[in-house]
């Protein structure tokens, strides 16, 4: 048992998590890049426009930040608590047509943080700066319930920080290097102002939320380049 004051350890995503979200950031860049139309609430007006004319490699590199790209709206606990008290709506199977696309996108997301949510919310953490209040309420429900909810929700999928030029400057520009070390400090970058930056939809149970959950010693998995 640990004593009072004893440092305590907690693990960070594992190699398997950081491919998830290098896929789930692809599938995002390649639909923005195809479909601009249906992702157009996701990226702003002032938000990147150049997301949209990443070359692959460019994407590819992008797609290498150790966090997802885009947001559920993970901060947003008045929008959560809307979804997570309505009843489920819609069949999670019965999107047709472009509004598909955005769906699927919704549903590989929202399962694969669904299943970091139970086994390793300070993982989910890092991944999507989520709250640990956030993950255990998605942990609680189950899969085939929290799709059904989130499915009809045209709203809920957003660029991240999208209002972040500074940001977002950083991450096409040096996010996007060929030299590994500018591109990883490029990441890492971002990747400490979401943990450290609260978005400005997050309420005072987000941030008490946080600080409970903030946890020294947080051990990342190397992402694999």
């Not at 950081?18 to 702003?44: M, T």
Request: net charge positive; charged share 25%.
């Amino acid at each position: 048992m640990n004593s009072p004051g004893t440092r305590m350890d907690y693990s960070g995503p594992l190699s398997a998590d950081y491919d998830n979200v290098r896929a789930l950031n692809l599938d995002f860049l390649r639909v923005i890049r195809r479909h601009p139309e249906v992702f157009a609430s996701a990226v702003p007006g002032d938000g990147p426009a150049e997301l949209a004319t990443l070359s692959q490699g460019r994407a590819a590199s992008l797609a290498t930040a150790p966090f997802l790209l885009f947001s559920l709206r993970e901060r947003d606990a008045g929008y959560w608590d809307e979804i997570l008290d309505a009843a489920p709506t819609r069949d999670i199977f019965d999107a047709g047509g472009s509004q598909a696309i955005a769906a699927r996108l919704i549903a590989a997301a929202t399962g694969f943080l669904w299943g970091l949510c139970k086994r390793n919310p300070y993982a989910a953490r890092l991944i999507c700066g989520a709250s640990l209040h956030w993950s255990e309420q998605i942990a609680e429900l189950t899969l085939c319930d929290l799709l059904a909810r989130v499915e009809s929700k045209s709203d809920l999928l957003v660029l991240r920080c999208g209002s972040e030029k500074r940001f977002w400057r950083k991450l096409i520009c040096d996010g996007t290097s060929t030299a590994k070390r500018v591109r990883r400090a490029a990441h890492l970058g971002a990747l400490q102002q979401i943990l450290t930056c609260p978005d400005t939809a997050a309420t005072s149970s987000w941030r008490m939320a946080a600080s409970r959950s903030a946890a020294p010693g947080l051990r990342l998995a190397e992402p694999r380049d």
